[in-house]
Each structure stands twice: as structure tokens, then as C-alpha cells.
């Protein structure tokens, strides 16, 4: 094969590893390589202008974290606050983190990444992007891609083509591409959906619409509190520092999720007893639960929406907002009716209807020149893929705090390049093993133990997973915390190589 750099007129800017995306991903995986890789070389590419990724696209009325920032905050930096934040403040925890990081200057904005092709005779993935503005094509040579980008599409979101769109007089937004100019004020406004996204939309727009329905196809299960952590207030009161009560605070957490988690499965009524209890608080003691508010799936199935200070509950009850259970038959002029055959007036149509599932971002990858199909490859604990070398891939937890995962992830890759490093290897990918020949091939993730509407929809483009711990990507923080760092990474599902002299 000949040398691919000579296919690329120009400069060629070579970093031992390139991390592609600065959002929460990006950031976390560069703090870790400056902790435990101080040696090695790194810059991040980011398409967008600015840093935060999912923080920077998403700007509705309201936006939150729909995760606690004890967990969703990084391991190596304090959250100081309440434990469900706001745009605005998640982003200036981001930037500090950069600062605080040292590495502002290794993050290069506004570069959309093109292609990644892998060559083994080089050892290196010769990346093509492309730098908004002038369109100027940048090319970079890694040896070991860091893939932090996320598992959506920022530009086009998930909007279903419902019959008689053209005839509605009003607005339709997807949150995704919320316009800020955009005025509800005293305005019909009907959210469809009713995940977090919708959680959050309708009591921020009740606070200035003249009415909101939440039209939901399904019922969501939601977990209401108090928007403080007691402990954490308790720990400040009497004088202990902000990095021993986000490690405490962590920890307690972390062990009420467990506790939830496994009484989901174990006595799921009880748990949906104590839900809606929780509800009641707010709500009020005689708040009707059936239809709108019994799901048909178990509790976590689907992400469990935290809804802080119990705010949606409250826009329902005194009369602000309402709630329709039905599917969509067709917009009219004046709004929406329903299977049922109710018309839903409106002015302005929200469709929380959620993400388009995104693998790799529309990045073309090839591997010694052969284009590499996602949906062909069988992926190692959510992290690594056959037949795709010296790549890792962040996909975080939906159950759990997405950050969580950052973190493992993060010691796995400076562990698997120390390693490389310490056999003075310079290729490293996954491989069946002998035992894993006959092993079941199956759907990335179990519908039956986590089945979102957009991971569904996405599956055609997602790797495969096998029947064996190695070969699944579990989407259980409780128990990866134990086997990520216990990885043998002599074990022979890696392949090491060497190759040319870095």
C-alpha cells in the first residue's frame, strides 16, 4: 500500500492521539491524558465554535441537566451547586475544567472531520477535516483516535412526518433547533413528547404561555425532589472542603441509583408506589395518575426523567399546563387532532420527539482501504470494535450519569497506552477470541433491559453485540466500575503489533 500521506498536498500536522469532539467527552478524556499521560501529545477537534457539544446545541426554555451534576460533574472536579443545573452553568463548569486542564490551547474549534483512514504499514489514521469559515481542508496523522463526539446528530434532529404538517397555521420547532427569538408569550403552545426534553419545556413555557398540553403517544415515569442535596449543605455548613463532599456526596448517590436500579427489577409496584408518592408532594395528595401518568413499560426500561422541585407536576396541577394521552392523526389549521378525535388548538407546536441516533458522527472511516460498515463490526464493552484499530469510542450511561462512563473509559485508554508503549507496540485492535467463535451475535443493546425510541430506531447502524460480558456494552455503571479497571489487557481478545518508529 503506498504512503497515504503522499496522497494529501500540504502540511500534515501528526499528534500521538487526536480526541474528536470537546464536549463533556472531549474534556474529560483530555483532562485524563494531561493527569496520566503527561508525555504524550493530543489535540481535540471540535466542529462547533465553542466547547460543551450537547450544552451548545441545545438553547430551550429551560434546559437542564436531567442527571444530578454530583455524577454528571467529572470525578476530578467539584460541583458546587444545586444538584440539577442549568445551560449556562453547566457550560461555566466546563470552561473552568479546560482552564483548570491547561489545555485550552489543544482544542482547535470549528474543524468538521471529514475522514479517517487507517494505514497498518504507517501505524496511523490520517484524518481529514475541514475548518469552518474559509473551508480550508486540514489533514492530521494520529496513531490511536480518542471518539468523543456523541451519539446524535446536532444538525438534524428526529421529526416524524405526521399527515397535514403543510396545513398547520402556526409554528413547529424541535427543540434541537429552538429559536431564540422565537416569542410564546400568551401563545397555545402543545409539546409533543414526554421524555426529559418535555419535562423541562412545559413548566418553563407555562411560566409565560397561555396554556401548554404536553400530547403524549405513552407515559414517562418521573422521579420528583427537592432541587438541594442535604448532605452536601449539611458538609459546607460545618466547614468540609469541596472536594471531600463531592467525593461523599458521589458516593451516596451513586448507591441510591444502585438501590433504585436493582428494586426496579425486584419490586417494580413498590418502587412506582414511592414514585408517585413523591409526585403527590407536589401535586397534591388527590392528583389523578391514570391515564397520563401509569407507563406501559417497566421502571427503567427507559430513562427514569428527574423532575427537580417536583416543576412539571406543579404547571399541571394548578391548571397552567394539561396533559393528552393519544397519537397524532393529523394537524390541522387550527392545531392537531388525535386518534380520539380531539382538536388540540394551538399557535406554536414544540415536537420533543428526541434525537436521530448518529454513529460516529457521519464521519466516513476506512481501514486500510476498506470503508469500515459499523453495523458489520462486534463491539468490545462499548469501547472498542473488530477489525477497527487503536480507535475508542465514549458512548456513556443512559441509566446513569453520562460522565460516569467518561471516566472509565478515559483510564481504560491511558492504561491501553501505556501498555502499547511498555511492548513498544504501536497497533492495537480486538479480536474473537477462539472461544468467541460460535458465540450469538445479537442487537447492539437488549430491548428488554433498555429500549429508547431513538436507540431503536438507530440499531441498523449500530455494532453488534456477542452473549459474553466482553462483547456487550451493559449500560451498568455498577458493575463496570468493578470490571473496566480489573481488564487484562494481556488477555487474548487484544491484538498488539508493531509497526514504524513513531
Known sequence: MSNIAEEVAGEIIRVDVLIIGAGISGIGAAHHMREQLPDKDFLILEAKNSYGGTWDTHRYPGVRSDSDLYTFGYRFKPWVGPPVAGRSEILRYLEEAIAEGGFADRILYGHRVLTCRW?????????????????????????????????????????PEWPAMGDFAGRIIHPQQWDPELDYSDKRVVVIGSGATAATLV????????????????????????????????????????????????????????????????????????????????????FEFDPHFVPRYRVWQQRLAYCPDGDLFQAVSSGRANVVTDEIDRFTRRGIVTKSGEEIEADIVVAATGFRLLMMGKIEFEVDGRPVDWHETVNYRGMMFTGVPNLVWVMGYFRASWTLRVDLVADFVCKLLAEM?????????????????????????????????????????????????????NQDYWRERDELPKIDLSGAEFIYQAGPAA
Request: with cysteine; hydrophobic share 35%.
Open 203 to 286: 413548566p418553563a413555557l407555562a411560566e409565560k404561555a397561555a396554556q401548554v398540553t404536553m400530547l403524549q403517544r405513552s407515559p414517562t415515569y418521573f422521579y420528583c425532589a427537592p432541587n438541594k442535596n442535604e448532605l452536601a449543605d449539611r458538609l459546607r455548613e460545618i466547614g468540609i472542603d469541596e472536594p471531600t463532599i463531592h467525593r461523599v456526596v458521589r458516593a451516596e448517590v451513586l448507591y441510591d441509583q444502585e438501590l433504585l436500579a436493582r428494586r426496579a427489577v425486584e419490586e417494580p409496584e413498590v418502587l412506582f408506589e414511592e414514585l408517585k408518592g413523591a409526585i403527590r408532594d407536589y401535586a397534591g395528595e388527590d
Open 421 to 473: 508503549d511498555r511492548r513498544g507496540t504501536r497497533k492495537v485492535e480486538v479480536a474473537l477470541r477462539e472461544e468467541d467463535r460460535d458465540m450469538s451475535l445479537l442487537p447492539w443493546i437488549d430491548g428488554e433491559n433498555f429500549n429508547p425510541g431513538y436507540i431503536v430506531r438507530g440499531l441498523a447502524e449500530m455494532p453488534v453485540r456477542g452473549d459474553k460480558p466482553e462483547w456487550m456494552h
Open 119 to 159: 494505514s497498518s504499514p504507517e501505524s496511523s489514521w490520517l484524518v481529514e477535516a475541514v475548518r469552518n469559515g474559509d473551508e480550508k481542508r486540514i489533514v492530521f496523522a494520529a496513531n490511536f483516535l480518542w471518539m468523543c463526539q456523541g451519539y446524535y446528530d446536532h444538525d438534524k434532529p428526529y421529526l
